[in-house]
Structures are given as C-alpha cells and as structure tokens.
C-alpha cells in the first residue's frame, strides 16, 4: 500500500466521525426529539428515584435502552443528560459506521486502495438520517442496538470459516447484548446458523460446535440478565411484559392495513434513500450468480439484509427507526457499487448522497415550521408543561390520562402510576386502526392486569395532580374519555375535583391537596 493510501486509511475514520457529527448535530440543541425518547427518559427517571424496571415503572422494551438512559441522566442530570445521550448517539452511530467498513474492508476481497469501506461507512452515517427527525435523530433502540450486531457480524466473519471458537462465541455475546436493546436482534442467529450449514456441508460434529459456541455466548448473557433482574425481583413482572410483546405484534397484523401501511411507509423509506436501495438490492440480486470467495461474502451480506427485513415487518408497523436495521446490510452491499461509480460518475454520486442527506437536515433544523406547514405540529409540551406546573409542587405525582409521555418528561414530575402512557388500559395500539379510527374498538387490546396495578399503584402514590388529554382529543386520546372507564371515573369522583379546563386539558387536583 502506497504512502497516499495509507494517509487516506488514517483519515477514513474522522471524515466519517465529521459526516456523523455534522448531520446530526441538530439533536444536540433538543432535548426531547421523540416519544419513545420521552417513555425512556421517564422510565430511566423513575429508576434512578428508586423504581424498579418492570416492577415500579413499566414499559415493555428490553432494559439495557433505560440502562443507556438512567446513565446519562445519573452522570448530567435531566437535561444535561439528553445532551450526553445525544453525543453518545453521535458516537454509537460513527462507532458502528466504522465496524461497517471494518466489515468489507476484511471480507469484501476488494482491492487494498479501494475506497468501498469508506463508503460502507458514509452510507450508514447518511442514510441513518434520511428519515424525519423523530425516527432519525432520535436515541432509539435500533442505533444502540446495531453497534454490538454489526460488531458480531465482524466476529461471526472471522470465526466462521474455520470454527474458531473465541470469535464464535463473541459474536454470540454480542446478538445477547443487541437483543438486550431490541429483541429483534435475535434474527442473526438464523443467519449465523444458515451461513454454519452452507460452509460446513456435511460436516454435523463441525456444525454443531459451531453453533453451541455462538449459542453459549447468547446464553450467557441472557442469563445473566435473568440473573439480575431475580436478584432485583423483577423477574416475573420482565417476563410478563416479554409475553405482552407478543400480543403487541400480533395486533399490528391485519393484513390489509399491514399492506397499507408497507407501501406507504417503505415507499418513503426506500425514495429517501433511493441511492443505498437502488445500489444494495442491485449488489444482492448479481451476488446469486457468481462464484469465489467475494461472491459468498456478498451471499452472507444478502442473507444479513433478508433476515433484518423479517425482522423489521414483524408486528406490521413498519415504523421509520425500524429501518435502520437494513441499512447496515444495505449500506456493505452497496459500498462496492458506490466505489466504482466515485471514479466514474462522482458528481452524480455526490448529489445523489448529500443531496437527501441536506434535505433531512433542512427538515430537522427547521422542524415545528415544516410539521405546521404539514398540519402535523404536536402541541407546544412547554406550554402543557408550565400549566400543569402551576398547579404542583416539586416531588408532587403526575397522572397524564392519555398517551403524551412528553408531558411527563416535560414538566419533571414523578409518575403517579408505573404506567408513561394509558395504553395499556385502553387498548390504543399505535400505527393500528385503534389509534387512527375512532369507531375502531380497542378494548380487546386491553391488558386487564393493568388496571389493577393501575389501581394499586393511585392508592398508594396519591398523585396530586391528574391531566386527562381526551378533551382536546391531543395524541388520539378523543376516544377514550375517563367516563368510559368506570373504575377510573369512581376514583376521579371519589378523589379529585376539576381544577382547570385549558389547552385541550383538564386538569385536577387531589381533594384536600390545596
């Protein structure tokens, strides 16, 4: 390798860091980008105060994302917090960025002064970011969880072929802690034990000391997760909401509004990175035919692609952030492709990459005008904020009857349940015909234990203040007034009075908490 190749290799990493750092440096100055942003925070909150995950406060995510988030908090408090898990995303992002050109630098079987790896990088930095804000910027389960996959894919790689057991069973502890952030992760076991099968045909004692060295690792982290939360006492409550995820997928299932929202929804996904698809799916379709070693990396990348859509349909939603798992695949089939085209098309590449990449950024930076323009603005949550505020004291419990987890995160009041939102006794499933339909019933969604932990927990916490969000019908909740919930209206007659009606809120108050 020449002195001008290598200067170029050394400086891969910092243009991709820089790119990273650029596109998505808007996080930085918002302190709440999302919902599930608001839900992770408030839980990550309450855990710090003392609350036990899954037992205290509740949501049904795997735990290292509130792990992730109850250490930036801890270490910058609430605010300051987000802004080092923003910086820390920003990091994750450039760090699996990088693994992904580790990746084809390895096993592409590419020339040495190709550019492909830095590529395989760039795409990954960019197309992570052509999404709306709250799907792209946001410090969401797919980007924590796609750094300790990808490193797993480059472990699996270099233990694969001749069954090197160190690196098997790192890439096994790595799909642990990946399903440790989405369960999803897990769909790589399938590729790792595919890809054992076709490299080691007819050799069953290899095959299956191959797999029980990846299985080991899994093993031994999801034991050791188990292990944790029994020491907590929180293992019962963990596996209930596991099996909650199950009902949860399955709602998102009918088949015509599963096909509405695929089109729609990969129709966006796909136009907003029609480079890194087009390029991707192309490298994927050619890499049936050829033979050699490059061929079956390129098989394995394919694979790796297939397995991340199955696990990105599942559950029908197809939510935005979801699809940050096809573009690492996406963005290893495409970097050879987009390598070749630089030396003979490089303005087209150029426009082509950035020019989505500054579109998103324009939409970022000038969010709340473009989603008014769009009549899709949320209401101002400072404003809730500052109301629902004027009527509590500090360390006073917050009961928001609706599904506004930015309220909550918001006006920094603990829980007055273990519940961030009221879906839960409603049966409001999101991106289903229960949230966007009102004349859809969504009471077979319900999770009839909630209610009595929601009981439970109003008794013994005694929230002062309780908003209800049906009035002004804000986040869809129009259809679940409190009155038709008759356990909840007994408890709100019995034990709070109408303080205020005022920004699509009504807000009460503890009796005798004046």
Known sequence: MNAHATTSLRLEPWLIGMLTFVLRAVSLFRPCLSDDEAIYAVVAREMLAGRTLYLGVVDHKPPLIYVVYAITQAVGGPRGGML??????????????????????????????????????????????????????????????????????????????????????????LVGVAMLFKYQAGVHLLLYFGALAITQPRKLTRLLFGGLAIAVGVAAVLGTAV????????LDAAWFWFRFNFAYIKTGFGPMDTLKRASIRVSFVVLSAGFLWLLGLATAIRSIKPRGQRAGFLRFASAWLLVSA???????????????????????????????????????????VTGPALAFLSVAIFQRPVLAAAGTADPSFGRLASVVGSYARPGDGLLVWGNLPVLYFAAELPLGTRFVFSNYMTGLSPATPSQADPAVDASPNIVPESWDMFATDLAIRKPRVLVDTAPGNLAAYGKFPIRHFPRLQSIVDRDYHLAAETDGMRVYLRKGAD
């Open 84 to 173: 080092l898990l923003h910086l820390l995303t920003i990091a994750v992002v450039w760090a699996t960025a990088l693994l992904l050109a580790r990746v084809v630098r390895q096993f592409a079987d590419l020339p040495a002064d190709s550019r492909a790896p830095l590529f395989a990088g760039l795409l990954y930095a960019v197309f992570t970011t052509t999404l709306l804000p709250f799907d792209a910027l946001a410090a969401n389960c797919e980007l924590f969880m796609m750094l300790p996959l990808v490193a797993s894919v480059l472990f699996f790689l270099q233990g694969a072929r001749d069954l090197r057991v160190r690196p098997l069973i790192a890439a096994g502890l």
């Open 227 to 234: 292990e944790i939360m029994d020491h907590l006492g929180c």
């Open 310 to 352: 199955l696990a990105v349909g599942t559950g029908g939603r197809f939510f935005g952030h979801y699809f940050h798992q096809l573009t690492g695949p996406l963005a290893v089939l495409a970097a050879p492709a987009a390598a070749r085209l630089w030396r003979v098309r490089r303005r087209w590449v150029v426009a082509a």
